[in-house]
């Protein structure tokens, strides 16, 4: 059965429409990525998806239920894990504390009043984040850790709730290029060895060719085409959308894909 | 009762005219600071009572030089650019520098100011009040449908739009205007045109500063200028800023005509409930729009909290808690009977202080009306003991739920706001409850408050009411401590650090956010209870501003990222203000200026410098 | 008791040692707790401390009382009952004060009444003026020397017989002090004047009195006698109104205390003439105690006396006279020395009535004149309490011991 399934997702803003007709699906163990220009309505699109913002019309359906208008709790607990383009940890925790907190609210425990929260899931927790190769950073301070780690234990909380779905969005803004690579073969490894699908958008198109298996492009608020990276790589839509930047669909040097 | 003759309404809408007038000219200021400079200026009244000081003290010396109307309007302006260079220096001094501090210390600074004008001011003009001279040439009134008017408040009426317009030529028309809206609507990206944001700011201030001095100086022939005037002028401007929407001119004119005529009916209507009905017409626009009629929800900064982060348990903690525990104990065996009194107060307060840290340093909410619920359990408390005739220990538990009771209502509204919003509510909830305990005399006694609160006989004595507090302070204080670092305090921490993180991980904040409001509620109240029992009585002045900033600043004095902040805060300025206040007149002189150094130089506060240094050392 | 009286002096450390006579007499001075609302009520409290202060000097330097100076140690009470009765305790319990008087706001005086009930202390309330003090929250510990509200509204009251108004408007401060008058006035007039009925009545916050509102609201009841309650700013900014819309004209203004002249001088040439007032015509009363009084209170200070000024004067003298009768500092002594004692004051005899402890002392009773650019009284008598007091049987009737 498809995980996620996206049909006529349609929103506008004033008079401007930033999602027409979007329709894509994400199996499990696949990696998707949204791309398309500044503007294009790609974090439209990932908002309708994550719960952030409410479609005007269209559907967002999970396993086949329908959470178009689930709150982002809601999609949590449906199996949507995600990550932010800033990422967004608990600064005052540590590593260990942050992922602590989101196993406490995945078994619904978050309302406990009496044993503290330090004690609870910790294991579970350091096994999460040696997962993602955090398990010596356990005990620092969030806000102590360089933004790169940061970015692991943010992979780390979101994949605390044993998500279905994994949203990314702009999962490398602000890293240098080698931790790019790094943490989306983590991602990529994760992703299969669980069957979890991921959603991403992505500026950087070494990235996006380098690790997607399908890719969406977004033009004002359409796909205009979607496929494996080489078929997009092809596309003439996409060749002319990207006019001004033709070079950015080139292959990559020096990197095969994966 | 209701007497609906034409000219009675004429006249009673004429009235509401001009004080929204008046009442425009002031929060006009307020807002522009405001939107230039996020900062909510507590001062701002002050600023108003100078004006309505300089302009009474003034004006008279100038009509002995030379009487005539050209030189009262004259006397007028002069008070108010005084007051306007009494604003430049505000800015130089205090809030260039916090311009980029949290809202809390923003908050704290400015009402700094306040304490210490309100000593200045009767160390400059006197304590007693004065009422200025009539304005020469309108002493005699006009008729108005067979009805007196006087002629003074036509000329008021005048002069809200006239200011309207001025100010609207001021901002379309100059260079500083646009500035000015440009930095209301993105600050940082004036910042980055390199426009010299010093005098931005100074001149902004200065402008303001301006408005409040000539709202307070026109007063000055029907109002005489006197020592309340700064916290009651202040409250209402809060109120037509956030109903017209922050940062927004037009919207503060809309709102304070709004409420002029809300006030000159409502008195006709809820003769006695005046102040209630704007405060409640505040919660009922922010209930339906959270950032008031012409606000948008961008101009607020995201919200950058302060507070307790984890830390490693102390070793050997469960010894010091015996060593407190036992020198609670032993302290009786010590003291003299005052000093025991002293010390009931200050756990007493240390509860209060620190059922407010788990709203701010926990959960990063900016309650600015603690004293609601702290006023809430004494009122409780003393309401049993007057009307339901209860003893000491049943009264105490009904305090404690009516606080948590209310903790829930006014929670459920302010939950949906944050930042500087959430605390503009909170300190409306607190005034609303204010005003009812001020106004309702049947019931509350009104400025009267009740007394005859005393303790049950085995409690009487000094030692058995000090045990009582110090067993029942020591247990609500562990448990809050418990319940921080539980995975509820957990979550609350952690909606705090990022709301957004938050609920992708499925915390609804919302709903965490309203049971911390009832816990700390609950705590206050008993910390309220405790104290309406240690001293006999309750009065309004239990559910006043200067309540809810008394906890603040034990926080601040304390430590607000550290959890045993709150006690030694309490502690300290308790100790100090009963220690200083019998030997000047100026306390809240020192306090104001304490506060102001506190947040500049010292903001860790006590304890969290002592765990600074320990951490740095370690 | 003074455990840790050592730590507390050296923390005070030398603003205590600046204060502390250089010289000690043999004995210990008797140490008399005060309280006052010196900052919110300067007007008042400010003479009225003048008034102690210069009876304090004139006694110690006659020798005291049972040859020990008297120390008076004052203290600011807020305004509000609960500061009053925490600094009341701490002139108690820290500062061993044997009694204690003052206050001025009635509600702080009530809360003060309880205090003293409840700690067994002797209280003497200086400028309260509800009835309720020596009343319905009466009790033994708690005395008072002015004429209470039923007995000065007794006194305008008879004043308004003649006058032939029916229709009655009530303007009062929302608090103790204005209720209890207000109630005092509505029972005396329905008592006195046949056909009276009150037409309005406005209670405006303490302080904080929306000056047109409440006029506007007066005049719409269209009241041919008006009965004031209101004083300080509150009065000011009402007289200013009511003057401009022409409010008080051909109505009966009966006003408590506007002729006293801590109210009436911020009046200024704004004086309404012709309103009948309790108060204090100072320059016109020729006794020559009082003169003396008055002669020695203008050297001291430079400035005329206020009523404050006088009451502060009496109420000093009067504790002497009790202590020195009694022999002693202790509370039942003192009173039993209060109890239906007869003092000889510098406006006559006064004698402290023992069901009620409420002194017979009187009022001063006229109209409102304009003299040049201030107001002063006019027509004036002085009216002894005594006939003005509660009855006994009303006494018993509400008092609870």
Known sequence: MTLLAVTGLHKSFGGVMAARDVDFTVERGEMLAIIGPNGAGKSTVFNMVGGQLRPDRGQVLLDAHDITHASPQKRFRRGVGRTFQVAQTFLSMSAAENVQMALISCHRQSNGLWSPARERHREKAVALLSQVGMAEAADVPCSALAYGDVKRVELAIALAGEPKLLLMDEPTAGMAPRERAELMDLTGSIATSQGIGVLFTEHDMDVVFGHAARVLVLLRGQIIAAGTPDEIRQDPQVRRAYLGDEHALERPKGLSPA | MLALDPSFLAVQALSGLSSASSLFITACGLTIVFGVTRIVNFAHGSLYMIGAYTAATLVPRLLELSFGPVTFWAGILASALIVGIIGVIIEILLLRRIYGAPELFQLLATFGVVLVVQDLVVQVFGPEDILGPRAPGLRAPVEILGRRFPSYELVLIAAGPIVLGLVWLLLRKTRFGVLVRAATQDRDMVASLGVNQAMLFTGTLFLGAFLAGLGGALQIPRVSANTGMDLSIIAEAFVVTVVGGMGSVPGAFLAALIIGQLQAFGILIFPKSTLVVVFLLMAVVLAIRPYGLFGRAEIVGGSHAVGIASHKPLPGRTYILLAVMAALACFPLLADAYLLKVATEILIFALFAFSLQLLIGVGGLVSFGHAAFFGLGAYGSALAVKWLDMSMEAALPLGLTLAALGAALIGAFVVRLSGIYLAMMTLAAAQILYAVAFQWVDVTGGDNGIVGVWPSSWAGGPVPYYLLTAALTLVAVLLLKRIIDAPFGYALRAARDSEARAEAIGLKVRQHRWLAFMISGAAAGLAGGLYAFSRGSVDPSLLGISTSVDALTMLLLGGIQTVAGPLVGAAVLHFLRDLIMPLTPLWRLLLGLSIIAMVLIFPRGLVGTVQYWREERA | ?401
Do not use: C
Request: no cysteine; charged share 20%.
């Open chain 3, 1 to 401: 008791m003074a455990k840790f009286s050592t730590i507390r002096s050296l923390a005070l450390g030398a603003a205590l040692a600046l204060g502390a006579p250089a010289v000690h007499a043999q004995q210990p001075p008797i140490k008399i707790g005060e309280l006052n609302s010196y900052a919110r009520q300067a007007a008042f409290t400010v003479p009225y401390r003048n008034g102690w202060q210069l009876a304090l000097d004139e006694i110690n330097a006659k020798g005291g009382v049972l040859g020990r100076k008297i120390e008076i140690i004052s203290r600011e009470d807020g305004a509000t009952t609960g500061d009053a009765t925490r600094v009341a305790d701490e002139l108690v319990t820290r500062e061993g004060a044997v009694l204690l008087f003052g206050s001025f706001l009635s509600n702080v005086g009530v809360a003060m009444a309880d205090f003293a009930n409840q700690k067994k202390i002797v209280y003497i309330a200086a400028e309260p003026l509800t009835d309720a003090i020596t009343m319905a929250q009466g009790n033994r510990y708690t005395f008072r020397i002015r004429p209470n509200n039923t007995m000065q509204v007794g006194m305008l009251v008879d004043q308004a017989k003649a006058s032939g108004a029916r229709r009655w408007a009530i303007v009062a401060p929302n608090y103790e002090y204005g209720q209890s008058a207000a109630q005092a006035f509505k029972r005396l007039i329905q008592e006195r004047v046949p056909g009276a009925q009150i037409v309005t009545e406005q209670y405006p916050a303490l302080g904080k009195i929306e000056a047109g509102a409440t006029v506007s609201a007066l005049e719409q009841a269209k009241p041919d006698g008006i009965f004031n309650v209101l004083f300080g700013p509150d009065l000011t900014q009402f007289v200013r109104e009511g003057n401009t819309r022409g409010l008080f004209e051909g109505a009966t203004v009966l006003s408590l205390l506007t002729g006293e002249p801590e109210w009436l001088l911020p009046l200024k040439d704004e004086v309404p003439e012709g309103w009948t007032v309790t108060g204090y015509p100072w320059d016109e009363i020729k006794e020559p105690k009082h003169k003396a009084f008055v002669d020695a209170y203008r050297a001291k200070y430079n400035d005329t006396p206020r009523l404050g000024s006088l009451l502060g004067y009496m109420v000093v003298y009067m504790i002497r006279d009790a202590i020195d009768r009694a022999g002693s500092t202790e509370t039942e002594a003192i009173i039993k020395a209060l109890e239906d004692a007869k003092f000889d004051t510098v406006i006559g005899p006064v004698t402290m009535r023992g069901i009620d402890n409420q002194s017979t002392m009187g009022a001063w009773v006229g109209k409102l004149v304009l003299t040049g650019a201030a107001g002063g009284m006019t027509d004036w008598t002085y009216k002894d309490g005594t006939s003005f007091m509660p009855t006994e049987a009303e006494v018993k009737a509400v008092r609870k011991d």
